[in-house]
């Protein structure tokens, strides 16, 4: 934290060139530059720069007029669409910070965010659900046609004023929120074009990472420097084929992925690139497998796809360290401009080159810490002693080995914190939600990799000792675990235990859980079938359906509705039969919002309960 | 070489030529070419032909075989159905589920042109079902009752388009931009009326002769998606299911006489029923061509097991005022009920 206050407006006259400078004097500049340039634009709607200017302006006015000062939490919790990104600029720009906060998340967990961000003030849509009392609620409105006065500039703040506060996993069963700095957002886009990865030219940019995941604003945050922003929906994002469709009607140049997301598109983009239509891939989030990175190496080679690795934790605003996908091995680029990278043994101390440790990371980027949680933010971002300035670094919990050329090796995590399909999980915090479970005692979570199943989470627990209406099942533990976390915290496989194995040290013994059941005769697809059996009365109703109209025999809970065509005919007869069978009143439109049939059918019950 | 085509007429299945064996697309295309007078007698006579024992094993071949048979392409407008483009103008029929059947039709007989040759390919034959049955128009029209025939041709049929976002397809789908403009100036000199909802949701309303005459036999042919697309011919489940999210006539398709008098249920099922006593079928078999006249018959598909893959391209366009329409098409504005 330099703490330099920067001048009016946010823009330091004194600054170098190429020094960061908050990003909404930035957008000022793309304003004047290109007034009537595309600066936002989703599937309905598109906004100029001069739009966009005025637009955010009117709804800062509106959140200063509801009594939010600088410094201040405001939670928003839009659809993806022009909007959201109206939003997140108009709390920037009234000198507060952004609290995301995904609609489709449970209540218990929506609820639990804002009261932790202490967020008066909520963005959201006219038609809101359920909100904390006291919460004041704004919607986005869009200026007149006429707009005659000249907006109003943004509110003057310093590098460290607090610039959003994203949710992560936390390990004691509740999440945490990291609050970055409006500096070091501005240094992540100054080290991301230093580094050539942003063109130096503005360029047409599909967003398509979750706002609630931080390497949202590495692509979002572009429109500052006059990028056009394509806010990608939630079918685009979910079907090849419509993304696709996106990128080719809206040219867009560069696109950010998990390496997870990778193969669901990898046929349909490799196909584009063949024909000549290049894209930029940011990819980030977890580790780029192997294979993957051979393909995408070997793309970039051929002068098609050109893929970069980014790789960053929430703590240090999204990127830390970045390479172009090339040669033969996976790795971690050197650290961005402005970050120093420490690789450190167990008492701080430097390690070599090419020997493991835990990396470190200092610098501009590094978050003010974790909201309300002064203890936590203690361990975790400790005194810098290579700075010596009073400064901080941030322990990552990553294990690397940097080579001789400056990139590095990743490793693997040093606490138990994982990535599922490119969300950060701490398993402790699933645990401590199945141990809430009045009838469960104690409670383990791993990953598991099997050629089986993929990757999954599995729980293990114990029952108490009188449980009231006996031990509890699969299907109880996964409900009580859907009303408190998100769907991808949620266990595939729930197993009951006598009691948890434990090492000398009294802590559980997680090597030796056992292995999940599996299908020794190896046929995979018959042990995932059964894995994700349409479970309960809904699921089986919903499952009946696709499977009549599609003429499959097999239908499961983790299938897509986009995946298996997105037919209406489908939706049709989804909702006749809840009609008929639940007296359950809902829209086609429903079905097409939850794609995953799981999802449908916990959104279904959710509506029977409320009815 | 006019004495080489032989052609089996089964009941219930439609006129079929086996044809000579042949090396390759390109052999079997010169003598497709040595015999097309002779087909075209064929076709207008029979209203569909199909043609078995073709070395077409591949989009490429079929396309071999299309600019014999097809000379003059027409692209898919106003798009109705899912299809997916093979490139080269050849579309996959449909992309609708296997175990639907989709019902008979005259391809675009709600646009202004229309293709007057259709052409099916058998790259890949399904396991079970799944075959394209064809109907002649003739037929069908002397099958129904005369008070239904007088209102045709009398009215005319009315179809009315709402535009949904998921529901179907939506309009920068349909009318393929996305600019409201385009399709304004698409339905002016289309003649649909075209009204924007508050929302921005497009209804389209055009009006159509149901009765024409093909151009060049002069017969007169039923000729309409009336049945097809109206809410009698879905299933209770879903005619209800739409009706409640979409309203009474708020429902993706709509369609009435232009007489205003409402359609019964009872009235389409008689057209239903016409139809289905006209159907001719034969299951597929790789390389089975089948050729359509788009005036003088029908087409649909019956539901099918297994992978399936037919590839259809569209030709020889047909100008509506070429096939004396008993009513002149018209946009229709909306009226009261």
Known sequence: MTGVLEGPHGLDATAAPGRPVDLMSRLLQAVAAGPDRIAVRDRDDSLSFAQLDAATADLADMLTGSGVLPGDRVAVSLPRGADLVVALLAVWRAGAAYVPIDPAYPGERRHAMVRDAGARVLVTTAVAGEWPSGVRLLTVGRPGAAVDRRPDPPFPVAAHAPAYVIYTSGSTGTPKGVETTRGGVAALVAALEEAGMYAPEPRVVAWNA??????????????????????????????????????DTYGVQDLDLTPSHWPLLRDELLARATEGRALRLFMGGEPVPEGTWRELAAERTAGRLEALNLYGPTECTVDTAATWIDGDTPHLGPALPGVQAHVLDVDLRPVADGVEG????????????????????????????????????????????R????????LGRIDRQIKIRGYRVELGEIEAALTRHPAVSAAAVTLHHSAVSGEQLVAYFVASADPVDGPPTAEALRDQLATQLPQFMLPTVYTRLEALPLTVNGKVDLAALPAPEENPAADAEAAADREHAPEGEVETLIAAVWSEVLGRERVRADDDFFAMGGHSLIA???????????????????????????????????????? | MSDSLFWTIETGKPATTQTPQFADATEACAWLASVHSELRVALHRHGALYLRGLPVRDVDDFAKVRDVLVPQRTPYREKATPRSSYGNEVYSSTDLPPNQAIRMHNENSYTLTFPGLLLFGCLTAPEEGGATPVADCREVLRLLPADLVERMRTAGWLLTRNYSEHISLDWRTAFATEHREDVEKYCEDNLLSCEWSDSGALRTRQLRPGIIHHPETGEGVWF???????????????RETLQDEFGVGGLPFETALGDGK???????????????????RRNWQPGDILLVDNILSTHGRDPFRGDRRIVVAMGDPVALEECRPTVAAAAREEQAA
């Open chain 2, 262 to 280: 409402p359609l019964t249920r009872e009235d389409i099922e008689t057209i239903n029923a016409a139809y289905e006593a006209a159907t001719l």
């Open chain 1, 210 to 247: 979750s706002v609630s995941f931080d390497a949202s604003v590495q692509q979002w945050a572009r429109v500052c420097r006059g990028d056009t922003l394509v806010v990608l929906d939630e079918d685009e994002r979910t079907d090849p084929a419509r993304l696709t469709a996106a990128l």
């Open chain 1, 403 to 410: 080579r001789a050329d400056g990139a590095m090796e990743y």
């Open chain 1, 572 to 611: 049709l007869r989804v909702v006749a039969r809840l009609k008929k069978q639940f007296g359950i009143a809902m829209s086609t439109r429903e079905v097409y919002r939850h794609p995953q049939l799981r999802d449908l059918a916990r959104h279904v019950e959710t509506l029977r309960a409320a009815g």
């Open chain 2, 224 to 238: 309409n998606h009336m049945a097809f697309w109206n809410a009698w011919s879905l299933d209770e489940e879903v």
């Open chain 1, 358 to 401: 835990e990396l470190y990371l200092a610098g501009a980027q590094v978050a003010l810490g974790y909201v309300n949680r002064p203890a936590l933010t203690a361990t975790r971002f400790v005194a810098d002693p290579f700075a010596a300035d009073g400064t901080r670094m941030y322990r990552t919990g990553d294990k690397v080995r």
